[in-house]
């Protein structure tokens, strides 16, 4: 048995659950924590040997993966979404690791894929994320975009050791995340003391879009390319905007 936990953040991911358990099966112990779902996640987990523990997230990702780290009988963590699919080169990489006995967290790379194309450019393909870990030590920080914090001297692995990330489902799910996600950086935003100015809301999405699209060569994937670098566009309006009325009252509400 390998001494490695996969660790899970759930909520009604019934259509993703299943496959993402079964690409890490290799692991000693695969740990969903489940934030109240109400399809069937919890069922498909347990029935893939999964260990489900209820948790509320309440917005706090990190908080909900500090918990999750808690709950870990394993000495080495990996972390997986239900989006998200380990591949045989990565796993191994992570058995290797494990076996070598070297206290290391290391880092991976992400391939998206959207519409059934690979996304190659524009940012996509550089996300390299601390994954594998040590548990000892080790915890989460952040509401949104969370940060793993180690003692651990960190590596990075090469490309071809790469998880495969679906991150939307359709359309209508990205327009869900996108508002979800420009809320708690908005939120982030205050906490972190910033203060908010109309010309964010001209000047970062002018920015964002020629970042993506010109400066990491978004496109160099076709059409689908430069639609994400719009969207990019729009979510990083739509978080400045609501950054900017955070604590403005929205006045005449339900007023004839």
């Known amino acids: 048995m390998l001494d490695l936990t996969a660790i899970i953040l759930a909520r009604n991911e019934e259509q993703n659950i299943g496959p993402c358990i079964k690409s890490m099966l290799f692991a000693g112990e695969v740990l969903v924590i489940d934030d109240g779902s109400t399809d069937r996640t919890v069922e498909i987990a347990e029935s893939l040997g999964a260990r489900v523990v209820e948790h509320a997230m309440n917005g706090d990702w990190g908080q909900q993966q500090t918990f999750a780290i808690s709950q870990a009988r394993?000495?080495?963590?990996?972390?997986?979404?239900?989006?998200?699919?380990?591949?045989?080169?990565?796993?191994?990489?992570?058995?290797?690791?494990?076996?070598?006995?070297?206290?290391?967290?290391?880092?991976?790379?992400?391939?998206?894929?959207?519409?059934?194309?690979?996304?190659?450019?524009?940012?996509?393909?550089?996300?390299?994320?601390?994954?594998?870990?040590?548990?000892?030590?080790?915890?989460?920080?952040?509401?949104?975009?969370?940060?793993?914090?180690?003692?651990?001297?960190?590596?990075?692995?090469?490309?071809?050791?790469?998880?495969?990330?679906?991150?939307?489902?359709?359309?209508?799910?990205?327009?869900?995340?996108?508002?979800?996600?420009?809320?708690?950086?908005?939120?982030k935003y205050r906490d972190a003391g910033r203060t908010a100015h109309f010309y964010d809301i001209i000047a970062h999405p002018v920015m964002a879009f020629i970042k993506m699209y010109i400066l990491q060569a978004g496109w160099r994937d076709g059409k689908i390319g430069f639609i994400m670098a719009c969207l990019h566009y729009f979510y990083t309006m739509e978080k400045y905007i609501k950054f900017y009325y955070l604590d403005k009252e929205n006045t005449r509400v339900g007023e004839e």
């Open 74 to 187: 394993h000495s080495w963590l990996f972390f997986i979404d239900a989006d998200e699919r380990m591949t045989p080169v990565l796993q191994q990489h992570i058995e290797a690791a494990i076996q070598s006995g070297k206290r290391i967290a290391y880092r991976n790379v992400r391939l998206n894929y959207f519409w059934g194309q690979p996304l190659l450019h524009g940012g996509w393909f550089h996300d390299f994320g601390i994954h594998l870990v040590p548990k000892e030590g080790t915890r989460v920080e952040g509401r949104v975009h969370p940060t793993i914090v180690h003692p651990y001297t960190e590596q990075r692995w090469p490309r071809e050791a790469h998880m495969i990330h679906y991150p939307y489902k359709s359309w209508e799910h990205h327009m869900d995340k996108m508002n979800l996600y420009t809320t708690l950086a908005a939120q």
